[in-house]
């Protein structure tokens, strides 16, 4: 009956990124998505928190010893079975997965590719109303606006992530964009800049304030680097 889902567990390369015909829009899915998935793929641990009530999550995996990753992960299902598209990641590494949701929707398994590697992974399938952990990055605050050199940032924050998306502005020249994740340890913040429109990937790093609501600190480029400071609104 579903052939994509066979030929994508033969590792057909043929079928990489194209969408399962059966899948249904979100609103019409049997298992509910929750709102967070807690994710096991070997030794790496993530947590994919849900786009509101979109089919769009964003995902960080974390290893002893390992860079973070982040990725966007779009699910699409069809009854019990599921297919998930993992892009944008931060190693480079895309991947396709196949699973099945258990018998009461609230975890999943299943195997998945990538451009290297693969295998296989599990979930525990949060949902609206479950206790939620505390979040050692409330602190982030909703948007940071900031000052870097002559240019004017917009950072917005990606739901209750760390993950957030920036606008950079300054007259005369094309806007810039690019992805941020923000890193708190105390009061030390260090900023990984991705993926950005002019190529010109960086590396903040600075401190916050005692009371949350500015940071400031240096920053690095692949070309140039400078100072940099925000104000943090909640």
Do not use: K
Not at 108 to 130: F, K, T
Not at 150 to 168: A, L, P, Y
């Amino acid at each position: 009956m579903y052939s994509y889902w066979n030929s994508y567990h033969e590792g057909n390369p043929g079928f990489f990124g194209v969408l399962p015909y059966e899948a249904v829009p979100v609103q019409a899915q049997t298992y509910g998505l929750g709102q967070r998935w807690i994710v096991q793929e070997g030794a790496w641990r993530g947590v994919w928190t849900r786009r509101g009530n979109s089919n769009v999550f964003d995902g960080r995996w974390t290893q002893s010893g390992q860079r973070d990753i982040t990725a966007v992960l779009t699910i699409y299902t069809s009854g019990p079975f599921i297919f998930i598209l993992r892009r944008n990641s931060s190693d480079g590494n895309n991947c396709n997965y196949t699973g099945n949701f258990g018998a009461d929707g609230r975890t999943a398994s299943g195997q998945n590719i990538c451009n290297r590697g693969g295998g296989a992974w599990s979930a525990v399938i949060e949902r609206r109303g479950q206790p939620q952990p505390p979040q050692p990055q409330d602190r982030l605050g909703r948007r940071w606006n900031v000052q870097e050199d002559g240019w004017t940032g917009v950072w917005t924050r990606r739901g209750n992530s760390n993950v957030f998306d920036g606008r950079w502005t300054q007259p005369g020249q094309r806007d810039i964009t690019a992805v941020l994740s923000i890193y708190l340890q105390g009061n030390n913040v260090r900023i990984e800049r991705r993926n950005s429109s002019d190529g010109n990937n960086c590396e903040y790093r600075g401190t916050l304030s005692n009371d949350g609501r500015t940071a400031s600190g240096q920053y690095t480029c692949d070309r140039g680097g400078g100072s940099w400071r925000a104000t943090i609104l909640r």
